[in-house]
């Protein structure tokens, strides 16, 4: 029945009075007459390294993981943690080279950075650009997929439910990045709580199917009863290469995923931006450990649904159709709705937590980028309060029209996790070519950073397009396409990145070379080979993560 008990509703008060009551602590303690544009969107010196990683993983995780990635569960297998467990090792990397240099050049923004290293040309159009990319593809994502969940599971209409989460996420913006960052706090703990419970019931109910009960013992009859589900990297005729292309997860186009998202992205790094280096790198590392405990979370409950859905127990079969087909992205609600009063309270508490925190700390980057990047440039003497005061309307600006355009995008149909993975894959190559590049070749130039962002994103809609005209044409596509399930022709998407980025790079060193030759100067960051040294601490928790994936992924290769 999707209807929550009066006592699932008490835990899912708790929650709602303990984030709020601590936002408005965290507001009222950390206030102060002085505060200003920094404090508000970066909450400088405000946040420790254990608030960093939480905020890190309270924005990442959200109804595309658990909605869209327990649904990769249930088609896929375990394959789909690779999104997870690349982001482990990716936030390493982030750590030690790309924060020394934000933090080194004073830098607070993604735009704020390609001004300083290219100029305002390349700024302003990339600040556009990510401000609808953040709002029309991100923020509605989260909320309407969020919004579909949570009326699946409590029965409450779809349209209160957008509008509940939308507003509780603006009341927890509005207090700046320092109450978002330590509510953060409380979110993941109702997140991985939450989600544990859900984990832990899911993977017993399979057990207890099978006449035994435990989680190891149910652990041990998934493996047994759906071990294509547990294969890390697959082979060129799995029906998933497509969506996870073989040993691409490993040194291929996922890197380009990852670097770009942890990397070269307002939303997230942000988090970083406010802290010195020390706490910086030490809140990163947090959210590395806490990445690895992810698919557990969001990826075994897809996969125990599955063979639920196998057996058809407690009609999972039926519940599972959507017009006649079977829907993947069900799989996590109707988990959800088997719960026992209480703990369906808490893990509904658990997916809230999540989608509430994602959306605040999108719109949160959303205000950031208008203010600083867009808005401050119009208006150069502009006071700081003032800039805190448009941070504040732009907040209720994007959420407003994120609600009033989320229903129709076509996002439900898509699925929340390829509808977002397939709209930023298009530019990310590029992005990430101009600030890799723009970082560490002082030779860079901006007009080979406008050929990455521009050129980029022509070349991946020309590899998406090319195997289909191809074949058209009568001829045998190249080795890298394979046939989808329409049984036409296309280049897995991660592939298609890979080859992207490396021609923006060529591309970009051969303009840059020639611009050079013509003595165009080039304005280069401060770098040096120091900055790159990390703590005994560090290091060993670098070690300890690095250890822990090779491990995972020799297990399940």
Same mark, same amino acid.
């Given at each position: ?25 965290v507001?009222?303690? =950390?206030?102060?007459?002085e505060a200003g544009?920094?404090?508000?969107f970066?909450? +400088? ?8 990683g939480?905020?890190l ?19 896929m297998? &375990? ?35 390609l ?16 401000l ?31 509008w ?45 199917h ?19 589900h ?5 082979k ?21 995923v ?23 790198r ?39 159709m959507?017009?006649? +087909?079977v829907?993947p ?16 309270? &808490? ?7 999540a989608?509430v ?23 150069p003497?502009?006071?700081? =309060? ?22 129709h995008?076509g996002i ?9 993975? +397939? ?40 590899f998406k ?16 396409a ?10 897995p ?6 080859f992207v ?13 020639i611009?050079?030759a ?24 670098t ?6 994936l ?8």
């Amino acid at each position: 029945m999707n209807r929550l008990t009066n006592g699932d509703w008490i835990v899912f008060a708790i929650y709602f009075v303990v984030v709020a009551s601590y936002g408005l602590w965290v507001y009222w303690r =950390k206030r102060s007459a002085e505060a200003g544009s920094k404090d508000y969107f970066l909450a +400088e010196g405000s946040l420790t390294w254990w608030a960093i990683g939480a905020s890190l993983i309270a924005s990442n995780i959200s109804a595309e993981q658990f909605i869209g990635m327990s649904g990769s569960g249930f088609k896929m297998g &375990l394959a789909i943690a690779t999104y997870e467990w690349m982001a482990a090792a990716t936030l390493i990397i982030v750590a030690i080279f790309f924060i020394p240099v934000y933090l080194k050049n004073k830098i607070f923004t993604m735009p704020q950075f390609l001004n300083q290293r290219y100029n305002g040309t390349v700024a302003m159009i990339m600040a556009i650009f990510w401000l609808l990319l953040y709002v029309v593809v991100n923020l509605t994502s989260i909320l309407y997929l969020g919004a579909l969940a949570v009326s699946a599971i409590s029965d409450v209409s779809l349209t209160a439910c957008i509008w509940g989460m939308a507003v509780f996420a603006v009341i927890i913006t509005l207090g700046g990045m320092k109450v978002i960052g330590y509510t953060d706090v409380i979110q993941v703990f109702f997140l991985i709580l939450g989600g544990l419970v859900t984990t832990y019931i899911a993977v017993n109910l399979v057990a207890e199917h099978y006449g035994q009960t435990g989680v190891l013992n149910g652990l041990n009859i998934m493996k047994d009863q759906a071990g294509d589900h547990f294969h890390m990297i697959f082979k060129k005729d799995n029906a998933n290469y497509l969506d996870l292309p073989g040993l691409s997860v490993l040194i291929g186009g996922m890197w380009i995923v990852n670097l770009n998202y942890w990397g070269c992205n307002q939303y997230i790094t942000q988090r970083a931006l406010g802290a010195d280096l020390k706490t910086a790198r030490g809140g990163i590392l947090f959210a590395a450990f806490l990445k690895l405990l992810m698919p557990v979370i969001v990826v075994l409950p897809g996969i125990a649904a599955f063979i639920l859905y196998k057996q058809d127990v407690f009609s999972f079969h039926d519940k599972m159709m959507v017009a006649g +087909e079977v829907n993947p992205d069900r799989s996590y609600p109707i988990l959800l709705n088997l719960l026992p009063s209480g703990l369906k309270g &808490l893990s509904f508490a658990a997916l809230t937590a999540a989608v509430v925190a994602s959306l605040a700390g999108k719109a949160n980057s959303i205000a950031t980028i208008f203010t600083l990047d867009v808005y401050k440039k119009a208006n150069p003497k502009m006071s700081d =309060k003032k800039m805190v005061v448009v941070g504040k309307i732009t907040v209720c600006v994007a959420m407003l029209i994120a609600i009033l355009i989320c229903r129709h995008l076509g996002i439900d149909k898509k699925g929340g996790f390829q509808y977002i993975q +397939e709209y930023t894959g298009f530019v990310s190559p590029g992005i990430f070519a101009m600030f890799i590049l723009g970082f560490f070749w002082k030779k860079t130039t901006s007009t080979a950073a406008l050929f990455a962002t521009i050129g980029g994103f022509i070349l991946s809609v020309g590899f998406k397009v090319l195997p289909t005209y191809v074949n058209l044409a009568g001829l045998e596509p190249y080795g890298f396409a394979v046939r989808n399930a329409a049984g036409v022709y296309e280049m897995p998407f991660i592939d298609r990145m890979g080859f992207v980025f490396l021609i923006c790079v060529i591309g970009m060193y051969i303009i840059s070379m020639i611009e050079n030759a013509d003595g165009k100067k080039v304005n280069g960051l401060e770098v040096d080979p120091s900055m790159f040294k990390t703590s005994k601490g560090f290091a060993i928790g670098t070690l300890l993560i690095s250890g822990i994936l090779v491990a995972l992924y020799s297990m399940f290769w």
